[in-house]
C-alpha cells in the first residue's frame, strides 16, 4: 500500500483554511516534513521513520518500505487550486491542512491503476504531516 502511496503522492489537491493556505507555488512546502499518520481505506498503515523533503522544485520520499525511498521527483504545487502535483501527474492529492507545522493531504485519484490478482484496486490515503 506505500507502493499506491507514493505512485498517488506524485499529484496532489490542497484545500484548508489556514492562514499559511495563501503562500503562493511550491515554496510553500518547501522543508522537511515527517510522516505521523498514513491511513488507507480507514486503516493505520503508518511506516516507521519515514519523512518527504520538498525543495523548491524536487520532492524525496524517505522511507525504507516505499519502493522511491531516496529518489528525488519533481512536483509542482499551486497555491490557488491547491493542488500537489508530483512526478508530472503520477499522483494528485487534495491538501485539507497546509499550515508553517502541518500539511495533511488525501488521494484523489491516481493515473495509474493498481491491480491485484486481476482485480484493479481503488482507495484512499489520508497522510498528516508535521514539519521539523
Same mark, same amino acid.
Given at each position: ?7 498517488t503522492? =506524485? ?24 510522516? !505521523? ?29 516505499? =519502493? ?17 502535483t508530483i ?17 495533511? !493531504?488525501?488521494? =484523489?485519484?491516481?493515473? !495509474? ?20
Open positions: 500500500m506505500l507502493l499506491a502511496m507514493m505512485v503522492a =506524485i499529484t496532489f489537491t490542497a484545500c484548508g483554511d489556514d492562514d499559511d493556505d495563501n503562500r503562493e507555488g511550491n515554496s510553500a512546502l518547501v522543508g522537511t516534513w515527517d510522516l !505521523i499518520s498514513l491511513v488507507t481505506d480507514g486503516k493505520d498503515e503508518t511506516p516507521p521513520n519515514a519523512y518527504w523533503v520538498f525543495t523548491e522544485n524536487k520532492v524525496t520520499v524517505h522511507d525504507r518500505t516505499d =519502493i522511491m525511498n531516496g529518489n528525488a521527483v519533481d512536483y509542482t504545487y499551486d497555491a490557488g487550486t491547491k493542488t500537489l512526478a508530472y501527474g503520477v499522483a494528485k492529492y487534495k491538501v485539507l491542512t497546509l499550515s508553517s507545522t502541518t500539511l495533511k !493531504i488525501q488521494s =484523489i485519484g491516481s493515473e !495509474i491503476e493498481v491491480e491485484y490478482n486481476g482485480q484493479k484496486l481503488e482507495y484512499t490515503d489520508v497522510i498528516t504531516f508535521k514539519k521539523r
